[in-house]
C-alpha cells in the first residue's frame, strides 16, 4: 500500500521559514518523480516544485528564489525548504509521486501551512 505522509505544516510569520518533509512507502522512491502542490481556499490546486528521479528541479514561477525542493533517496524522503514566506503562501500543500511509464501516481493528505501575523 502506497503511503505519503506529510509532516512539518503550521503557522508561520511573514518573512519566516518552514521545512515540510513527505515520507514515501510502498514505492520504489528512487523511480518516482516527486513533487509538492499546493491549494488555497476555493482555488485550484497548484504546482509547487518538482524533482525528478535524477534530481533536476522544477518551481512555479511564484515560489522560485524562495523554495528549495530536495530529495534523499535513502530515506524515502522528499522535503520542501520555504523562506520568505508570505500570507499568499498559505495553503494546504501535498505531496506527489509520479511514474509516467507504469502510469502511477499518488497524493498525500496534505498538511496546512498557515502565514500569519
Known amino acids: 500500500q502506497v503511503q505519503l505522509a506529510e509532516s512539518g505544516g503550521g503557522l508561520v510569520q511573514p518573512g519566516g521559514s518552514l521545512r515540510l518533509s513527505c515520507a514515501a512507502s510502498?514505492?520504489?522512491?528512487?523511480?518516482?518523480?516527486m513533487g509538492w502542490y499546493r491549494q488555497a481556499p476555493g482555488k485550484q490546486r497548484n504546482l509547487v516544485a518538482t524533482?525528478?528521479?535524477?534530481?533536476?528541479?522544477n518551481y512555479g514561477d511564484s515560489v522560485k528564489g524562495r523554495f528549495t525542493i530536495s530529495r534523499d533517496n535513502a530515506k524515502n524522503t522528499v522535503y520542501l525548504q520555504m523562506n520568505s514566506l508570505k500570507p499568499e503562501d498559505t495553503a494546504v500543500y501535498y505531496c506527489?509521486?509520479?511514474?509516467?511509464?507504469?502510469?502511477?501516481?499518488?497524493w498525500g493528505k496534505g498538511t496546512l501551512v498557515t502565514v500569519s501575523s
Open positions: 506527489n509521486a509520479e511514474h509516467n511509464q507504469i502510469k502511477a501516481n499518488y
Open positions: 510502498g514505492i520504489i522512491f528512487s523511480m518516482h518523480r
Open positions: 524533482i525528478t528521479s535524477g534530481g533536476t528541479t
